[in-house]
């Protein structure tokens, strides 16, 4: 599979750090970002790459040469005026006669591509976009995707945001089919997002795969330190799926929100205050954090699937106001007792995902690649302390509703495992 990186930028947030250099090649870890992405795609058998340049391009072209010093073989097509972030796609139209990824060139990012590209090609996608959780969802565009990961709309950041959203952001790497570059008639300025991808959402071309690897745009002073603390800590590799991951299990009612019995409506919904900074040091470690939640509410019929994803957008803004996410959220909505007014009979059943069973865990650890002897979960029950046993991760239970009592739970966990 080809790479096309887009290395145009200037990066003139960064101008404080490093002055004369195209974004690209800013060094990050004693490494420039763009060689930094260049062996990871390496390591995954990528090595016929296309880097668009444009601004200060020659410094590129004279480190990187045709690439064979660096293991790959290296193409540069050059912009000789600014095109947008898909303008310049255009050019590749007769080169490239397979499906290839597209790769903004100022973020820092591990991945198994492996799984990325397997992701794309088993949904039949013309373009797939790698889709994550971010600290800062309230100023970024968000992906709305339906139940098959299908992408159904881009959400702004510019829009008026009066409602609960999921925090799910495009982070600038793609695989597409070739056959959009066809659906680029011309040579001129394009917006990658309004023109190329946009149209394809609108004939259900578009999918989102959604992952925990790390992925970060290095574009402003402040992500610049970050991201270079992040690397000293391991924590850019470790995150990369080929490695068994570390995850902080959570359960929600009474340890992410408080108790106040069933919780059937959005309105309902209240974090426990402190806890936003309390999963924030999780996200800021080698650890996942990922909810598994018992739901019998939609099996009795007191709630249905819709508001739950409420319910469920409601906890994930909140969080993201205060700069904390979760990487995925499991839950049964299962209940085996019948007799309930309005229930729903085929979610009656006894199934493998109720806890304290481990269907969930399973689920998540399948897709997260997670190593469960290295994992906890957390949670103010005994039934949650069985859940863990059962999946043999360490348990700890806590208070419900103490946010201090999870946050030292958390602190120990990390400091004594970093």
Known sequence: MIAVIMAGGKGTRLSSISKDVPKPMVSI???PILERQINNLKDFGIKHIIIVVGYLGDVIKDYFKDGKNFGVNI?????TV?????????YLKG???EDFLLIFGDIIFSIDFNRFIDFHKSNKAKITLFAHPNSHPYDSDLLKINKNN???QLDSKNNTRNYYYKNLVNAGLYVLSNEVLDRIPDLKKRDLEKDIILPCINKEEVYAYQSSEYVKDAGTPDRYFSINQDIKNGIVEKRNLRNKQKCIFLDRDGTINLYKGFVTKESDFELIPGVAETIKSINN???LAIVITNQPVIARGDTTFEELDNIHNKMETLLGEEGAYLNAIYFCPHHPDKGFPGEVKELKINCDCRKPKIGLLLQAQKKFNIDFSQSYFIGDSDIDVQTGNNAGCKSIKIRTDNCEDLSKAIDSIIKDNF
């Open 82 to 90: 600014p095109l947008g972030s898909g303008g310049s796609l255009y």
């Open 150 to 152: 299908q992408v159904i």
């Open 95 to 97: 080169k490239i006669k």
């Open 285 to 287: 470690s080698q650890y």
């Open 29 to 31: 870890g004693g490494m």
């Open 75 to 79: 193409e540069y097509i050059t912009e």
